[in-house]
């Protein structure tokens, strides 16, 4: 599981700020929301779901971004010579605010037993630093740390990057933990393998195609009773060949019919028509298809899933529905986490999540961005009514509205 990320001098981060998923020492009043939302790993109390609100331009999705260009490096870093220069160069705004071109990443997380903190510092051009910390006996110590092109390995807690050739090998824009990976090294490759698998993005083409193999996978009915819990109610999910649709495979969701049935009151009788969920269904019903593969095998097997704008598309109930499979362990076996941007205040609810699980973006007076959580507060009741106190401009991270109305010249 995430327990933290961290990044700064990035788009509009100047200074380093940190996403926790730590559970504060706050008690709901009612007393279930802590149980369903808080897992209890490796004696770490964890927070299923975050939120992140604020104003549009604030920074919320370049904190998505952030966290998406850190998977990536950790991914493709070796196989991409250019992925540096290339996602680096996009939009850093904050490098023109600190006059520093070297950007921060780091990812404190849980795995396999074990608690590790990973992260690297880079700028356009290479890797500045790399490290990877990790537990020795209750403390913490170093498993290797990197500058330039120097690298240190602690043999007894990382033997699999002693032997290493990354003298001559490893390029200066590639990561030495994707390095290590790549020769096979269990630490190493755990962890990558989890950043670059099991931390999933919503809003890519091939999301629909995730559900589609459920479907392939003789498991229709699974994803017909996910539909129902939407109150999406379908008799059949068809894939058509994209041959016989003279289509290609970019076009992977026009290959997808609905079955649906139609009655008609007046008689019996009873029609099945198959619906395109691409030219026939609304863009809500695209959108949670699509996540049915991702929260399928997420709350199986754990991981973290991300989405910019959760809210674009869905009813608020049905927001309300998704956020609460998370929260609650009878569906979420596997204590998947979530992390979303929104600005539908229906979810700030302390009957819905925790005062700590939500976070707020604001821009400073140098226009960077600001990440600090509700329970940083102080004077906010656990019970409060967090949407109403959120839109009367009590926590901040609201935009500043100028009047849309010019005052009548009269002559």
Not at 80 to 99: C, F, P
Not at 169 to 196: T, W
Not at 229 to 258: F, G, H, P, R, T
């Amino acid at each position: 599981m995430i327990i933290e990320f961290s990044l700064g001098n990035y788009r509009s981060f100047n200074e380093v700020q940190t996403l926790s998923f730590r559970a504060t020492g706050l008690t709901s009043e009612d007393k279930t929301i802590d149980e369903n939302n808080i897992a209890v790993v490796g004696g770490q109390r964890l927070l299923k779901t975050v939120g992140v609100y604020g104003a549009n331009a604030s920074g919320k999705s370049n904190l998505l971004k952030g966290f998406q260009f850190f998977k990536k490096m950790v991914k493709f870093s070796l196989s991409d010579e250019y992925l540096l220069q290339q996602s680096y160069r996009t939009n850093n705004y904050a490098a023109l605010i600190s006059g520093n071109e070297e950007s921060f990443f780091q990812v404190v997380l849980y795995l396999k037993g074990k608690r590790y903190r990973y992260g690297f510092t880079a700028n356009k051009h290479s890797i500045v630093s790399e490290w990877l910390f990790g537990q020795a006996n209750s403390n913490e110590t170093y498993y290797f740390t990197r500058k330039g092109k120097e690298i240190k390995v602690n043999k007894e807690y990382f033997p699999e990057g002693n032997e290493m050739p990354y003298a001559t090998k490893l390029r200066q824009d590639s990561l030495f933990l994707s390095f290590c990976s790549a020769f096979n090294g269990e630490i190493s490759g755990n962890i990558r393998s989890f950043i670059s698998h099991d931390v999933l993005f919503s809003g890519y083409e091939n999301d629909a195609q995730i559900t589609n193999g459920l479907i392939r996978a003789k498991r229709t009915q699974d994803v017909l009773e996910w539909l129902r819990k939407a109150d999406l109610v379908y008799e059949d999910v068809v894939l058509n060949d994209a041959q016989d649709l003279n289509m290609n495979d970019n076009n992977a969701v026009e290959q997808i019919s609905m079955i649906k049935k139609i009655e008609n009151p007046s008689t019996t009788f009873v029609e099945q028509v198959a619906l395109n969920l691409l030219k026939d269904e609304s863009d809500g019903t695209r959108k949670y298809y699509s996540l049915i593969g991702i929260i399928d095998s997420i709350f199986e097997f754990g991981g973290l899933f991300i989405s910019d704008e959760i809210d674009s598309n869905f009813h608020p109930a049905l927001l309300i529905k998704i956020i609460g499979m998370f929260n609650n362990p009878a569906i979420n076996k596997a204590n998947a986490q979530l992390l979303f941007t929104s600005h539908d205040t229906n979810l700030m609810n302390p009957e819905i999540m925790r005062r700590d699980q939500f976070y707020f973006t604001e821009k400073s007076a140098t226009d960077a961005t600001v990440l600090y959580s509700l329970a940083d507060l102080k004077g906010i009741r656990n019970n409060a009514d967090f949407a109403k106190q959120y839109l009367a401009g009590y926590y901040g991270a609201l935009p500043m509205l100028n009047t849309f109305t010019e005052p009548e010249n009269n002559h």
